[in-house]
Structure formats: structure tokens, C-alpha cells
């Protein structure tokens, strides 16, 4: 008699697909949890930029020499330790990735919802809750990403800020340059609408985030949507102060 165990064939299609051999973390991001890990962790890191960019921006209200300074200051992280600039340009490319791996999650986790869910959710409630969320995370999300862009030409390169006195952009005079876009008050105003759509999606973002790492726990519910709110709340007044500020006059050349 043998004793060899009898082979058995694979019960679906997908078990059958041939599998080719990936990083773990790759395998682990072909699937919607590692997504939302992505999501989450990528998410962690952009709040955590935004939050430590609004708080260096509040040096405006000191002064001129405050903000070019402390733009100085970050070209100089480590230096002479690490050549100057090395540190940001580090820091600037893990930006990126985090951005660029924020996006690709997001449009990913989009194409799949659509290919899972054919039918809709029984749930009236449940379903028009669903799609406000997500609807606004959307929106807001695309309106953010074209809010950098504009921000990047205007207060990095200066292609669509106005000139200094010499007729001139000049990178390191950060103070004059934040001043003079935000003298233009619908750019003023497009900064105030842009941030505040920034709220809202981290808002949703930071609440969304502990379910995503499954930290659901009812429990702790409500602390967490008072930590969404209050972050969201605290980047977004600090943000909208600034062109409100050179507006009304509180901060000007
Ligand atoms: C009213 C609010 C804001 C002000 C006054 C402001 C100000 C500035 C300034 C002055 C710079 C240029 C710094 C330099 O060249 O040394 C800058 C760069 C930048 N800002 Fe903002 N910012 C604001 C909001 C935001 C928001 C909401 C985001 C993202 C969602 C953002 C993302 C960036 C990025 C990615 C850079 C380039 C950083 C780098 O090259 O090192 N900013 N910002």
C-alpha cells in the first residue's frame, strides 16, 4: 500500500497562477491591506511634514532675518558634518517617495474597490457615507496636488511670483517672496481655499489612518476623531494665518 499523500489540485484560478517570486514587501503590496499600509505609513510621514512646515513658517511673524534664517538652518542640517544641502536633498527625496507612494496606493486601492465591488452596499447609510468620504478624499486629494505645484513655482522657483526690487527672483530672501505672493489676494485667497481642503483630507486621512493599521477599536473611537480634528484644525489656522496676515497687513516688507 502506498503512503505517499494524494495529490490535490488547486481549488481556484488564482491559486493556479504561476507564482513568480517578489520582495515580501512587494508581496505584500500587491494586496489591499499592504495598500492601505502604504497609505497609512506614507500618510504618517507627509502629516508629519506639514505639521513641522507650518511650524517653521510661523518664524514670519518674527521677522525677516527669523525666516531666511531658518530657511539657512535646514540647507545646514548636519553641516560640516554632511556637505551642505546633503541632509535636505535626503530628506526632500523621502518626500517625494512618500508622495509619489501615497498617490500610487490611492489610485491602486481605487481600481481595485471598483473590480471588488459590483454591487452596491445593501446599506443605505452605510453606502452614502462611504461616498462622501471617499468622493471628498478624491477632490480634496487632486486639488492639494495642484496646490503644490502652484506653491513649488511660486515660492521655490518663482516662476509665477513677482520680482524684487532688482527685478529678480531671489531664492534665499524667503520672507519678501512669501509677502509678495500673498500681496496678490487671489493668490491669498486660492492659499486660504487650498488649505482648507488640506483640512479636510487630513481630517478623513488621519482618522482613516488607524483603521487602516486596525486600531478600530471602539474603545477609542472618539479619541481619535478629536486627534484628526485637532491636527487637521492646528495645520490648517497656522496655514490660513499667513496670507491673512500679509492681507491684512500684520506681516509686510
Ligand atoms: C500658507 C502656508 C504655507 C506657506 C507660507 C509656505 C511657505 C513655503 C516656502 C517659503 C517655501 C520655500 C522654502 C525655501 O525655498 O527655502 C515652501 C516650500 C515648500 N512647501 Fe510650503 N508653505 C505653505 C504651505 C504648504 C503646504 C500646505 C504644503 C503641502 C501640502 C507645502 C509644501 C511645500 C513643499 C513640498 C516645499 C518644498 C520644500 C523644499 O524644497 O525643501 N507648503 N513653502
Do not use: C
Request: aromatic share 12%; no cysteine; charged share 15%.
Amino acid at each position: 500500500m502506498s503512503t505517499a499523500t494524494p495529490s490535490r489540485q488547486p481549488v481556484t484560478g488564482t491559486a493556479a497562477a504561476p507564482r513568480t517570486r517578489r520582495p515580501l514587501l512587494l508581496d505584500l503590496y500587491g494586496t489591499a491591506v499592504g495598500k492601505k499600509y502604504a497609505m497609512a505609513i506614507s500618510g504618517i510621514a507627509l502629516m508629519g511634514f506639514v505639521l513641522f512646515h507650518m511650524i517653521g513658517n510661523t518664524k514670519m511673524y518674527l521677522g525677516a532675518v527669523e525666516l531666511n534664517e531658518y530657511a539657512e538652518f535646514l540647507k545646514k542640517l548636519l553641516y560640516p558634518l554632511a556637505p551642505k544641502e546633503s541632509v535636505l536633498w535626503i530628506l526632500r527625496a523621502g518626500l517625494l517617495g512618500m508622495l509619489a507612494l501615497h498617490l500610487h496606493a490611492a489610485w491602486s486601492l481605487t481600481v481595485l474597490n471598483r473590480h471588488a465591488r459590483s454591487v452596491r452596499y445593501q446599506s443605505a447609510r452605510d453606502y452614502q457615507e462611504a461616498s462622501l468620504a471617499s468622493r471628498s478624499m478624491r477632490l480634496s486629494g487632486i486639488v492639494v496636488l495642484l496646490f503644490i505645484v502652484w506653491h513649488l513655482l511660486d515660492l521655490t522657483f518663482g516662476v509665477v511670483n513677482t520680482v524684487g526690487a532688482d527685478g529678480e527672483f531671489v531664492r534665499s530672501e524667503v520672507y519678501a517672496n512669501v509677502v509678495r505672493s500673498f500681496e496678490r489676494w487671489p493668490v491669498a485667497l486660492f492659499y486660504v481655499v487650498a488649505n482648507l481642503l488640506l483640512g479636510l483630507h487630513l481630517t478623513h486621512g488621519a482618522w482613516s489612518i488607524f483603521q487602516s493599521l486596525g486600531w478600530n477599536n471602539p474603545r477609542f473611537n472618539a479619541w481619535r476623531t478629536a486627534f484628526a480634528r485637532g491636527f487637521a484644525a492646528v495645520v490648517v489656522i497656522g496655514n490660513i494665518s499667513f496670507p491673512i496676515a500679509v492681507t491684512i497687513g500684520i506681516v509686510s516688507v
